[in-house]
């Protein structure tokens, strides 16, 4: 299991699932992060504003991994955070 540790701001994702359906299937690059939502450039550069809590995203690291990240799990003060995966 590995550690991811604070914030996601850079990195590209993907909104695999969402219990709003309107958010399901964003890409682009985290270019900013509040305690509960995420702040997303999309493909379509489109900036969209995505409620943690409800979504599952699948985060693109640049060493070429995958990894999905339950949204809940992402909820909180942003420098104590960390992800196991």
Avoid: Q, W
Wanted: proline content about 1%.
């Amino acid at each position: 299991m590995k550690r991811l540790f604070g914030t996601l701001i850079g990195y590209r994702i993907e909104v695999v699932s969402a219990s709003n359906v309107n958010y399901e299937g964003i890409r682009g690059v985290v270019i900013d992060e509040t305690r509960n939502t995420i702040l997303v450039k999309g493909n379509d550069n489109r900036i969209y504003r995505i409620i943690k809590k409800g979504c599952v995203f699948k985060l693109y690291h640049p060493n070429g991994e995958e990894y999905i990240l339950n949204g809940g799990d992402l909820v909180g003060d942003i420098i104590r955070r960390v992800i196991e995966v």
